[in-house]
């Protein structure tokens, strides 16, 4: 094994002198560094990466955590897309990445920081983190440097990066109300999602700014899950038969409240108006193709791995990224006003 001394001796130099320019220090003179670049290059000189942590006491490994990963999640692609998005950012700046998950059981077992030690993570990024997460305090007060994707803390060590997701479902809920919509329902995820609160308030912003009265009882939680989906459109369609459309604050649910307005023999969107938010593959190819909120899912996993890569390098940045969304229009609303 080529070390660094052999390439001492071929250029030269002292192997700190070596050492330093291989590790990127400013102090070496760059024509130096050019040749011990190319010296190294030569002989096939590859870094002891495990010498290189216990000197630096950094593994330049990322951890991407991820919180009740189930084979139902699978469907809507969504992680896959956040976790390339962290895969291509992170072995751009020569970062690896380590993928492990939790769930509460293990978290009664193992605390946050043991968890990451034990993975040799310089930092963590973090997704599908409940607020009611008993890992949550202890991220916030750790000092491992994390970044949370879709919960809106920050602090010395924690930054995160999210969706405009208020703004994208007032976009949505307004799209309805100027189509001709007064009495629309909302199917939103559950009260311990940080994201289900913000499109909560994009849903109340645009009824009130459009001067239509807010009503509790029209608003369900389906758990971000197409069965949730499903069942709380069934309940709604059964109590409210003056509801014209259906606002979810996630695709898979829209996908069960599709279902379940075709089950009850209404039509989407002669009978009934749908539209989803993440824009999720399957909505480009159900029948009728679902509007819904685009948003920008491998630029959340990008952003969130440059991010956390700024906090370990202590470089000065804003500890929060907000992504904008985008409605996309389909064929799943009708436009009541034609009718009149």
């Known amino acids: 094994m080529v070390t660094i001394k052999d390439i001492a001796k071929a250029a030269q130099v002292s192997v ?19 040749k011990i670049e190319s010296i190294a290059k030569q002989l096939g000189y590859s870094p002891n990466m495990a010498a290189r942590s216990l000197i630096s006491k950094k593994t330049k490994t990322l951890g991407l955590l991820l919180s009740n990963v189930t084979r139902d999640s699978s469907k809507d692609n969504i992680a896959y897309e956040v976790l390339c998005g962290i895969n291509d950012r992170a072995g751009e700046l020569d970062y690896d990445l380590v ?39 202890e991220i916030v007060s750790s000092d491992i440097p994390c970044v949370l994707i879709d919960i809106a803390l920050e602090g010395t060590n924690v930054g995160y990066v999210t969706s405009d997701n208020t703004a994208g479902a007032y976009s949505a809920v307004s799209h309805l109300i100027l189509s001709g919509h007064r009495h629309i329902a909302m199917i939103n995820g559950h009260i311990q999602a940080d994201v289900s609160l913000l499109r909560l308030a994009g849903y109340r912003q645009a009824l009130r700014e459009h001067g239509v009265p807010y009503d509790e009882s029209l608003v369900l939680d389906g758990q971000f899950s197409e069965k949730g989906g499903y069942e709380a459109a069934m309940a709604i369609l059964k109590a409210r038969p003056d ?15 599709l279902n379940a307005v075709k089950q009850s023999g209404a039509s989407v969107p002669d009978d009934i108006s749908i539209i989803g938010f993440d824009n999720i593959n399957l909505t480009a190819y159900c029948s009728p193709a679902l509007t819904t909120v685009h948003q920008h899912k491998y630029e959340l996993g990008f952003h969130s791995a440059q991010l956390l890569i700024e906090m370990l ?11 904008q969304t985008e409605l996309i229009l389909r064929d799943s609303v009708k436009n009541r006003k034609r009718e009149g």
């Open 16 to 34: 700190t002198t070596v050492s330093r320019a291989l590790n990127g220090y400013f102090d070496v003179n760059e024509d130096t560094r050019r």
């Open 99 to 137: 993928l492990f998950s939790t769930t509460p059981q293990k978290q009664k077992l193992k605390s946050y920081k043991t968890l990451c030690q034990e993975r040799g993570v310089d930092g963590v990024i973090i997704m599908g983190i409940r607020l009611d997460d008993p890992y949550l305090k």
């Open 243 to 257: 509801v014209t459309a259906l606002f979810c604050a996630s695709d898979l649910m829209a996908l069960g409240a």
């Open 313 to 323: 390098e202590d470089r000065e940045t804003e500890h929060h990224v907000q992504l």
